[in-house]
């Protein structure tokens, strides 16, 4: 198992609200990406943090924004909840430039009714 | 942007028999291909990745091999155990010096071993 982590683990939330999850990086990886995995399908990058700035965006509304701390932990935050958002999330590490390695978190599965 | 296509969606080989799953990708700057498997409400896990600058990579019954001039990427297992069963995942990225964009992932290949 990697030492990534993020919580929680589930998440219902209501169309129209916000919701805000959580990832911690493994020791020693400063570069954190986000990804949304509808059922069935793979990954898809939503945007990674490097020194706690945006370093990269796929196709996702700016309703997806995100932060990244210090201690490199980063969160995923999403207003304006549709119906579609419904997905596990997963948070991925990685040791920075030049190392392309990422490893990820158990995810968080977000369930929106 | 990248995209990658995965066949077969899905695999179903006999305990011990070799399986391979085949993925191809559109952006010629893409340098680096790694494998994940995933198991039933699991994080995706990297099982072994692969550069542009090599051919091919091997470890224990994984291999990998790589051509850029066709712009696909294979994962090959050897002597499948029922472990091996899961979905499996190709991925390309185009990594900068300064930093990495996201992976792009194919769709997965459900691999299934016959007892």
């Known amino acids: 198992e990697t030492g990534v982590t993020q919580s929680p683990t589930h998440l219902i939330k209501t169309r129209g609200q916000q919701v805000t999850l959580r990832c911690s990086s493994q020791?020693?990886?400063?570069?954190v990406s986000w990804y949304q995995q509808a059922l069935g399908q793979g990954p898809q990058f939503i945007f990674q943090?490097?020194?706690?700035?945006?370093?990269g965006r796929g196709n996702f509304p700016p309703r997806f924004s995100g932060l990244q701390f210090p201690n490199y932990s980063s969160e995923l935050n999403v207003n304006a909840l549709e119906l579609d958002d419904s997905a596990l999330y997963l948070c991925?590490?990685?040791?920075?430039?030049?190392?392309?390695?990422?490893?990820f978190g158990p995810g968080t599965r977000l369930t929106v009714t | 942007g990248e995209n990658v296509e995965q066949h077969p969606s899905t695999l179903s080989v006999q305990e011990g028999d070799s399986a391979v799953i085949k993925c191809t990708y559109s952006?010629?700057?893409?340098?680096?291909f790694p494998w994940y498997k995933q198991e039933l409400g699991k994080r995706p896990q990297l099982i072994i990745d692969?550069?542009?600058?090599?051919g091919e990579k091997k470890d224990q019954r994984i291999a990998v091999t790589l051509n850029k001039t066709a712009k696909h990427f294979s994962l090959h297992i050897t002597e499948t155990q029922p472990e091996d069963s899961a979905v499996y995942f190709c991925?390309?990225?185009?990594?900068?010096?300064?930093?990495?964009?996201?992976?792009?992932f194919g769709k997965g290949t459900h691999l299934i071993i016959q007892p």
């Open positions: 991925a390309a990225l185009i990594g900068m010096g300064g930093g990495a964009d996201g992976l792009t």
């Open positions: 692969i550069r542009s600058n090599v």
């Open positions: 020791s020693g990886h400063n570069t």
């Open positions: 952006d010629s700057a893409s340098n680096y």
């Open positions: 943090y490097y020194r706690e700035e945006e370093n």
């Open positions: 991925a590490s990685s040791s920075g430039p030049g190392s392309y390695e990422q490893y």
